[in-house]
């Protein structure tokens, strides 16, 4: 095999018994020091950093940080030694210095502050923001991650497959982007929302066990742990599964994934399994973190016909803490807090040198101060906090105080990984314009009684053979048991209020596919990007993507979304028709 003319050896890799072994490097300029008379740079690259000696200034001309260079040299024993790095026994005296690649003099930000740096800007130079070793660690983990999750799957008897990108629009709850054809003017394919369809058409198609890393799009706005526009899941489906098939697999390979990727505590599989309803009921939420111990209690009918005005006829939430150590001020903060997410702040009451303290201690009654004193079992330094508003925001701002009560009070175990299944979701919910049955998720799943259950139950008794895997207060995977009888589809369309002309329209491939003998299968998908957040202890998506778009869904680094030229909008038959933006 010849020699390599840029390198012989990667940065990071030589040791204190490589003393004396000539060697050639090539990377990136890290830092310079002159020292007077005396060099040191230290030369980066994608497999870490390693000293150079350089006695010769002239081999320095044009040498600026963030130069690419090529070195030969020997690699001698550091007199001053630095156990932080790697390679800090030694370091490499260089002979010959070539430059590869320029670099101008100044930086937009300094690769080493790239983490500190405003995100717009490190978005924009993304090739630069990347070089900084700690995010670059990270791109280089997620490729591991994602060679671990195919030959895991692979060994778990999982066949990978493509699904097209170029797809048909489908109503799955987000927007669609649509892409024309010069093929066919006036038509318009979609990028995939997920490979929901195909998938099944894969288990109908006679294969038994489906997997692939789907890059899904969303015409959606972002949040912190979902980007917009484009995103991948591990996507999975079986054949002539049950749900226990489903959840097997998946512990199996979550678990396995964080034992091998983190130093975190992982539960034990099984994983705790909650029905949908017990979810709200206790944590007001369908992603509960059950490292935070806190519960959820339902005080509505205690304040009914209270004279409270705060809470008289609201749905009221209440979560009882260990405040010994609180003032007013940790209170008002929490009120504050509630506020910024269009709530109406909270009420509380506190124990404090055996008498009851708080907003409303003074304006209870005295069957609400026995009642609460008895229901909580209240002890000295505890208090309740309470929350009233209409049903649907009690229960969100409940779950939003409980999570934020959880970081403030630090009981939560961050070196821990919680994962539970959330199940029996509502197969309907009520359409709040129409007040009619709507699907609450995803209409291709199998609901729990079949046929019976969809003839002879009351729609919003309903429950899907759905299920979420949450982990640390995240959703990390949503599934089903797929519905696979054309009949049953009709049926469970015809309740919300379509009829058997739209099932066919909307889902033809799916619908003509079951006449042909459709095999009973489940399946599911991880969020892939939103899974390597708590693997990385990152609070952001764009953390761990080596290209993402910005919050606003643009890329700022390639300048897209742009305006197409006249003529690709003519080739396709289109004319827009915008606004002038004043």
Known sequence: MKENIYRTNNCGELRIEDVGKKVRLSGWVN???NLGGINFLTLRDNFGITQLLIRQDSLLKEVTKETVIRIEGKVVERE?????????DIEVEVEILDILGRCKNILPFE?????????????KYRFLDLRNPELHERILKRAKILKFVRDKLTELGFTEFQTPILANTSPEGARDFIVPTILAPGEFYALPQSPQQFK????????????QIAPCFRNEAARADRTPGEFYQIDMEMAFATQ???????????????????KLDVCEKPFKRIKWREAIDLYCSDKPDLRNPLIVKDVTE?????????LKEKTVKAIKIDASQKSRKFFDELSQFIVSIEGKGVAWIKINEGQLTGSISKILSEREKDYLMNSFNLKEGEAVVFIGDEEEKAIYLAGALRNELGQKLEIIDKNKVEFCWIVDFPFYEKNEETGKPDFAHNPFSMPQGE????????????????YDLVCNGYEMLSGAIRNHDPEIMIKAFEIAG????VVENKFPALYNAFQYGAPPHAGCAFGFDRMLMPIMNQESMREVIAFPLNKNGRDLLMGSPSRPFDQQLKDVHIKLDLEERK
């Open 80 to 88: 001053s030694k630095n156990p932080r790095m790697a390679t800090g």
């Open 498 to 501: 379509y009829d058997k002309e």
């Open 302 to 310: 205690i304040f009914k016909n209270s004279e409270i005005s705060f």
């Open 200 to 211: 099944q058409l894969l288990m109908v198609s006679g294969f038994d066990k489906y997997f």
């Open 31 to 33: 830092s310079i020091r």
């Open 451 to 466: 046929m019976k259950a969809l003839k002879e139950q009351n729609p919003y008794e309903i429950v899907a053979y759905q």
């Open 111 to 123: 690769i080493s502050d790239a983490p500190s740096t405003k995100e717009e800007l490190r978005l």
């Open 244 to 262: 226990e098939d489903v959840f097997e697999v998946c512990e199996i390979l979550a678990t396995e994934i964080f034992k091998n990727f983190t």
